[in-house]
C-alpha cells in the first residue's frame, strides 16, 4: 500500500462524451471513483459505458457538511482517489474546498481540467470570451425572499458594456433544475420591483440548453420573443448580451441561431 494518497480532481465536461483522454487514464489509475451528481447534470449510466471502474455517487452532504470524510479516509490510507465533477473540476467552491483540504494534510494533488459551461454557453452564442462580465445565479425565492443579485450584476456588466451569463439553479440530488423561462419571470418581477430598465423586452439574450448532449439548443433574440420559446431540455443557461455586440459577435450570433436554435425543426 501507498504511504501517501493521491487525490484526483477531474473534469467530467457537459457530458460524459467530453471525458478527455488524461481523465480516462487518471480514472484508470484510480483505486476508488467518486461521481459529483448535484453541482451539474453528469448521468452515472453514461459514465459506466466508457469507465470500466465502480462509481460512487457522492452527495452535497458528503462533500460540503461533512467535508469529505470518505475521501479522506481514504486518502489516509494511501490510496488513489477520483473525484469526477461536471464541467471543470475548480469552478465550485465545494471541490477546491477539497482539494485545499487534502494539500494540508500532505496528500498529492492532481487536477485534470474539464470543458465548463462558463466559456460553451457563451461561444456557442457566438460571443467572445474577453467581453464576459461577472457570472450570476438565478435562484427560486426562498421563504418569500426574493434575491436581487443577478439584476445588480447584469446592471454593473452593461455599465461596461460586458455580456452577463446567468446560471440558473440545479441541484441534481433534489432535481431541481430551473428553466429559462422561469429565471426570466423572476428577473421580471425584479425589474417591475426596481423599474431601472435593465431587464428590457427588446434586450438581446441567449439561451443554451443541455450543451454537450446531441439534442442541445442555442436560441437567441429578444427577450419577449425567446421567453416564448418552449425548450425542455437541462441544464439549462441565460445570457444577457452587452448592450453593444461587436460586428463579428453579431454574424456569429446570426449564425448559431441558424445552426443550433432547434426550436420547432
Known amino acids: ?20 483522454l488524461e481523465a480516462l487514464e487518471v480514472i484508470e489509475k484510480a483505486d476508488y471513483v467518486f461521481v459529483d451528481t448535484y453541482t451539474g447534470r ?17 452527495s452535497r452532504r458528503d462533500l460540503e457538511e461533512r467535508s469529505g470524510k470518505d475521501v479522506l479516509k481514504l486518502l489516509a490510507e494511501g490510496r488513489r482517489v477520483a473525484l469526477l465533477v461536471p464541467g471543470d473540476p475548480l469552478v465550485a467552491t465545494t ?33 467572445m470570451v474577453y467581453k464576459i462580465g461577472k457570472i450570476a445565479t438565478v435562484v427560486y425565492p426562498k421563504n418569500g425572499i426574493l434575491f436581487e ?15 452577463t451569463l446567468l446560471l440558473l439553479e440545479y441541484d441534481g440530488e433534489k432535481g431541481v433544475a430551473m428553466k ?9 418581477e425584479i425589474e417591475e420591483k426596481r423599474g431601472e430598465g435593465v431587464v428590457r423586452e427588446e434586450r438581446l439574450v441567449s ?3 443541455a450543451l454537450g448532449y446531441p439534442n442541445f439548443s442555442v436560441c437567441i433574440g429578444e427577450l419577449r420573443r425567446v421567453s416564448e ?24 450570433m446570426k449564425f448559431a441561431n441558424s445552426r443550433w436554435c432547434r426550436v420547432g425543426r
Request: glycine share 4%.
Open 229 to 252: 420559446l418552449e425548450i425542455e431540455e437541462v441544464p439549462q443557461t441565460l445570457v444577457f448580451v452587452s448592450p453593444k455586440p461587436h460586428p463579428i459577435e453579431v454574424e456569429a
Open 1 to 20: 500500500m501507498r504511504s501517501r494518497g493521491e487525490l484526483y480532481l477531474v473534469g467530467a465536461g457537459l457530458s460524459a462524451r467530453y471525458l478527455t
Open 42 to 58: 453528469i448521468d452515472p449510466r453514461d459514465l459506466e459505458k466508457i469507465v470500466s471502474k465502480p462509481l460512487v455517487e457522492v
Open 180 to 188: 429559462f423561462r422561469e429565471a426570466i419571470e423572476i428577473l421580471r
Open 149 to 163: 443579485y443577478p439584476y445588480d450584476v447584469i446592471k454593473a456588466n452593461d455599465s461596461l458594456n460586458l455580456h
Open 95 to 127: 471541490h477546491i474546498s477539497l482539494l485545499l483540504e487534502a494539500h494540508s494534510r500532505g496528500f498529492e494533488c492532481r487536477v485534470v481540467p474539464g470543458v465548463s459551461i462558463v466559456p460553451a454557453a457563451l461561444t456557442f452564442s457566438g460571443l
Open 207 to 209: 439561451v443554451a440548453a
